[in-house]
């Protein structure tokens, strides 16, 4: 997946190939839906923005002018996407309903299983998917800017440099809030072992 | 460089995000400070971890659904754009536009409101016409209906027999209306030996007024004439001579049934050959006193007028007959 192929597909599109947008959707669907996961932190508001993030890109892809790459873009309309839910009344009452402090369990548990695992082992497996349970507790902890600059560079694989175009952060902030979201992560994961 | 400088920048190190002076400087401390060292493996086995947790995957059903959104959505986002995008524009020209309607609602409904029907048509609830005008807005202009059947038809209608008023029209009258003209009284037989002032209408009949200390006219033979009981002593300003001046009469009382904010429903000659003429008229009830007053300023009547009860609110009937003097 280039960006260079991103780009001809928004030309299509631009140029009447509906079907162009769709391309784009299969292609970038699973980056979009990750991004929201790890940000709301739940398996329907994680679809619900995602699918909200995708019409915002389909009202807009007419007058994309390609001064970003396509995946820079569409990041970009997601993050934005999901802290306007963070803020949101309904999500923050949905929110008080949920404690950390239980056992994850249903979709999200779920999620973490069709994650490819290499440990063969049964014992490694339920391991792992209860590590992986506590890091989304700790990163769902963080403050909403710490958590969109680890999400796109830690789970996303994103540079910093993306990581600015998406967020408008500088470099200078993009690497402390980045720094400090680590190293609370690390507090909160040291103390659960 | 200390161990808090270093750990703050062990994220963008493990990034190599740094400068190569400062690069160089945390490796110089990382060589020496085992608790740096061990920091710098544990972040950055983190950063691994949490690289490996994978992208997730997204529905299956996930593009179905963005279609079903967006059918739905393109209707409503369409007409939204058309209302309100601009908003700079749209917003104040819809509003304008419906402030402009509201007021054109708004001024055709008072100019056509039931309103001012109802009003007029309620000022008399006696009468069995439909419409009701306003008289004392023309008091100079009473209206004539048609003939007397018609007038029948309208004491029926209103339930009220009309007060009957006979005018004397007297010999060589003298002609006059308090307001109108000049105020006339009737000559005297012996006023014919006074000496008189004498002038000539525009018709050419001699026409001879007498006020008491003042010019008397000259009597034509044969005539005689009775002092009435009401009369108006007035000074002439204008001599006329006529042997029954009835159309001046008539259009005397024209003027005051206008005046008093009457109308005139009908007209008719005379039919038995003895009286002169017959006004059928209405006047309005507060009104009816003051035109009794002018009227016998301006003729004698035969018999004395009823009285009309106080809080009389319908209009007065008057069947006036020009009677002419025997």
């Keep these: 997946m280039t960006a260079q192929q991103d ?47 995708f019409i915002k890109a389909f009202r807009s892809l007419k007058k994309f002018r390609f001064e970003s790459s396509f995946s820079t873009w569409i990041y970009r ?21 949920l404690s950390l402090n239980e056992p994850r369990t249903g979709s999200e548990v779920t999620m973490f299983e069709e994650i490819a695992d290499d440990c063969p082992s ?27 600059v680890v999400v796109l560079r830690d789970i996303q694989g994103l540079s910093y440099e993306e990581i600015t175009d998406i967020t408008s ?3 200078g902030t993009v690497k402390s809030r980045l720094a400090r979201a680590r190293q609370t992560l690390r507090e909160l994961l040291r103390s659960e072992r | 460089m200390n161990c808090t400088d270093v750990r703050e920048n062990l994220s963008a190190y493990i990034d190599d995000m740094l400068d190569r002076q400062m690069r160089d400087l945390i490796d110089a401390h990382l060589s020496m400070c085992k608790d740096c060292r061990e920091e710098l493996a544990a972040m950055r086995a983190l950063v691994e971890e949490l690289r490996n947790t994978g992208e ?30 601009p908003a700079q524009i749209k917003i104040p020209l819809e509003f304008a536009t419906i402030s402009v309607i509201g007021v054109l609602i708004f001024s055709l409904y008072s100019i056509y409101s039931p309103q001012e029907n109802l009003r007029i048509l309620s000022q008399d609830s006696a009468m069995k016409s439909s419409v009701v005008l306003e008289k004392a807005s023309q008091p100079s202009s009473p209206s004539i209906s048609a003939d007397e059947d018609e007038a029948s038809e309208y004491v029926q209608a209103t339930k009220q027999q009309p007060i009957e008023l006979a005018l004397i029209l007297p010999h060589k009258a003298d002609i006059g209306g308090q307001g109108l003209a000049e105020e006339k009284e009737e000559i005297p037989p012996s006023a ?21 200390g003042k010019a008397v006219p000259d009597v034509k033979a044969g005539s005689s004439i009775e ?8 000074t002439p300003k204008e ?48 009104q009816y006193k003051n035109f009794i007053d002018k009227v016998l300023n301006l003729a004698q009547v035969q018999e004395p007028l009823p009285e009309i009860p106080g809080d009389q609110e319908a209009p007065v009937l008057i069947r006036i007959r020009l009677v002419a003097e025997k």
């Design chain 2, 239 to 286: 001599e006329k001579t006529s042997e029954h001046d009835l159309p001046e009469i008539v259009q005397k009382l024209h003027e005051l049934i206008g005046l008093s904010g009457g109308r005139i429903l009908s007209e008719e000659p005379d039919r038995e050959g003895r009286e002169k003429r017959i006004i059928f008229a209405e006047i309005p009830a507060v």
């Design chain 1, 77 to 97: 309309i997601a993050v934005n996407t999901c802290k306007n839910r963070l803020k949101s009344s309904q999500y923050k009452k949905k929110k008080k309903t």
């Design chain 2, 227 to 234: 002092k009435p009981a009401a009369q108006i002593q007035a």
């Design chain 1, 169 to 171: 952060f500088g470099m």
């Design chain 2, 56 to 85: 997730m995957k997204a529905p299956q059903d996930f593009l179905e659904t963005l279609h079903e959104r967006l059918e739905t959505e393109s209707f409503w986002s369409r007409l939204r754009e058309f209302l309100f995008v």
């Design chain 1, 7 to 53: 780009a001809a597909l928004v030309s299509a599109y631009q140029a009447g190939d509906n079907k162009a947008f769709d391309q784009l959707v299969i292609r970038h669907k699973d980056k979009v839906f990750t991004v929201c996961y790890w940000f709301l932190g739940d398996h329907a508001e994680a679809c619900d923005s995602a699918q909200e993030t």
């Design chain 1, 122 to 148: 049964p014992m490694n497996e339920l391991e792992n998917k209860q590590r992986r349970i506590k890091i989304y507790e700790a990163i769902d902890a963080l403050p909403p800017e710490q958590k969109s």
């Design chain 2, 192 to 212: 014919a030996a006074m000496p008189a002032q004498r002038q000539k209408d525009s018709e050419g009949i001699d026409y001879k007024a007498h006020a008491a």
